[in-house]
């Protein structure tokens, strides 16, 4: 707590941007496309990762076609299967 003046402030820190999916780039993703999948494994539809990470659904979209080629998966439940597989590792 932070006091400046008469005012307190409450610094609440975000926990979800914290997060960290490094082990899914060790199946050969970027960065960038292994939190977009570690989102998808956590449910988060297209709008939703875009939105957290500052893209556009579009390009959430492009990079999880990419994905599913890296991933040799058809789909965005066979990649969130796959992710969460790495993720428990």
Same mark, same amino acid.
């Given at each position: ?22 082990? +899914?780039?060790?199946? !050969?993703?970027?960065? @960038? ?16 990762? !875009?939105?957290? +990470?500052?893209?556009?659904? @579009? ?16 789909? @965005? ?10 993720? @428990?590792?």
């Amino acid at each position: 707590m932070f006091e400046a003046g008469f005012e307190q402030f409450l610094l609440l820190e975000d926990s979800e941007s914290q997060r960290t999916f490094a082990p +899914l780039q060790n199946a !050969g993703l970027t960065k @960038r496309q292994a939190e977009v999948l570690g989102w998808l494994a956590q449910g988060k539809s297209n709008e939703e990762i !875009g939105i957290g +990470l500052g893209l556009s659904p @579009r390009t959430v979209k492009k990079h999880l076609e990419r994905i599913y080629l890296v991933l040799q998966t058809k789909n @965005r439940t066979a990649a969130a299967l796959k992710a969460a597989a790495l993720l @428990r590792e």
